[in-house]
């Protein structure tokens, strides 16, 4: 628009091109300002809505973020906390008393309460249901157990903020051992 000009859109949908020779009533220019306002309020509101929207996007991909890399981080404690859980565990009774191993035993402890802090926790497995959200099936074998209860953890799984960052590697009953023993007496008795 030039300064000799303005356009005025009518009803029809038309634009009217108003030269300065044509002046508004003040009535007219009221009307216009505050259509100029509603329209200018309404990008307004808009750009507030579209910032807030972009606000919490970032604020959550940030703890997204976050929650990753403790994630990992976690990942990685919890490899060393195995591994450390897997040497006491080899360690006889005897020697559970000397000075050394009580000190590991408390390091082992440090770790569960540091992963724990980061709401980092472990999946019980040992004697539970096969869970496939949970645990990772590895090995079925025969054993006294019913079908699908785990029988062996070959190795742990953890969780955080109940999201599972590495699932329980574990050896399921099949289950068979009862049913072959069975077989087994069934078939001598008929012999």
Same mark, same amino acid.
């Given at each position: 628009?030039?300064? =000799? ?6 009803? =029809?949908? *038309? ?18 300002? &505050? #259509?100029? #306002? ?35 981080? %976690? ?5 060393? /906390?195995?591994? /450390?859980?897997?040497?006491?565990? *080899?360690?006889? &009774?005897? %020697? ?10 408390? #390091?082992?402890? *440090? /770790? ?12 019980? %497995? ?12 590895? %090995?079925?074998?025969?054993?006294? &157990? ?8 070959? *190795? ?26 069975? =077989? ?8």
């Amino acid at each position: 628009m030039t300064k =000799n000009k303005k356009q005025k859109d009518t009803e =029809n949908g *038309q634009v009217d091109i108003q030269t300065p020779e044509t002046e508004l009533t003040p009535e007219e220019r009221i009307a216009e300002l &505050e #259509i100029e #306002i509603a329209e200018l309020k309404d990008k307004y509101i808009r750009s507030m809505a579209e910032f807030e929207n972009f606000r919490n996007r970032s604020n959550r991909e940030k703890a997204d973020w976050i929650k990753l890399s403790t994630q990992k981080l %976690a990942l990685k404690v919890c490899d060393v /906390l195995d591994n /450390l859980e897997r040497a006491l565990e *080899q360690v006889d &009774e005897e %020697a559970k008393e000397d000075k050394l191993i009580k000190g590991f035993v408390l #390091i082992e402890q *440090q /770790l569960r309460k540091v992963l724990e802090s980061e709401n980092v926790r472990k999946i019980e %497995a040992l004697g539970s249901e096969f869970d496939p959200a949970l645990h990772e099936a590895l %090995a079925h074998i025969p054993s006294d &157990e019913e079908e699908n209860i785990i029988t062996a953890v070959i *190795q742990n799984g953890y969780m955080s903020h109940d999201v599972v960052i590495r699932p329980a590697k574990v050896a399921v009953s099949s289950g068979q051992a009862i049913e072959n023993n069975n =077989n087994n007496n069934e078939s001598t008795l008929e012999e």
